[in-house]
C-alpha cells in the first residue's frame, strides 16, 4: 500500500531552525497535494503549509515569512523548512498528501504520516 513517514523533528530553540521531511512510498502513481499540520493538544489539526503537483505553494499566516514548503517529486518527498521557530510553533506536525494509487483499479485517496513531534524550548 502507501504510507508517509516523517522525520526531522525534535527540539529547537526558539529562533532557532528544523527542517521536517516527509517521504511517501508504496504503490504511488501520481501524488498531488501535499501538505503539513500541526496539532496541539486538545485542538484540531490546522494546515500550515501546501504544495500542488507543479509547486504552487500557500501558507498560513502564522507562519508566513519563516516556514516554506517544498517536494521533489522525484524522492516523492515533501519538506518543512522552520526558520525563526517561536515557541507557539510547538506542536506535532503531520504530513498529508493526495495520492493516486496504482494498480488494477487506480483510486485517488488521502493519507497521512505518523507525526513529528517539534517541542521549542532554550
Known amino acids: 500500500q502507501v504510507q508517509l513517514v516523517e522525520s526531522g523533528g525534535g527540539l529547537v530553540q526558539p529562533g532557532g531552525s528544523l527542517r521536517l521531511s516527509c517521504a511517501a512510498s508504496?504503490?504511488?502513481?501520481?501524488?498531488?497535494?501535499m501538505a503539513w499540520f500541526r496539532q496541539v493538544p486538545g485542538k484540531q489539526p490546522i494546515l500550515i503549509a501546501g504544495i500542488t503537483s507543479g509547486g504552487t505553494t500557500n501558507i498560513a499566516d502564522s507562519v508566513k515569512g519563516r516556514f516554506t514548503i517544498s517536494r521533489d517529486n522525484a524522492k516523492n518527498t515533501v519538506y518543512l523548512q522552520m526558520n525563526s521557530v517561536k515557541p507557539e510553533d510547538a506542536a506535532v506536525y503531520y504530513c498529508?498528501?493526495?495520492?493516486?494509487?496504482?494498480?488494477?483499479?487506480?483510486?485517488?485517496?488521502?493519507?497521512w504520516g505518523q507525526g513529528t513531534q517539534v517541542t521549542v524550548s532554550s
Open positions: 498529508n498528501a493526495v495520492i493516486t494509487v496504482d494498480g488494477s483499479t487506480r483510486y485517488v485517496e488521502v493519507f
Open positions: 508504496g504503490n504511488i502513481f501520481s501524488i498531488n497535494a
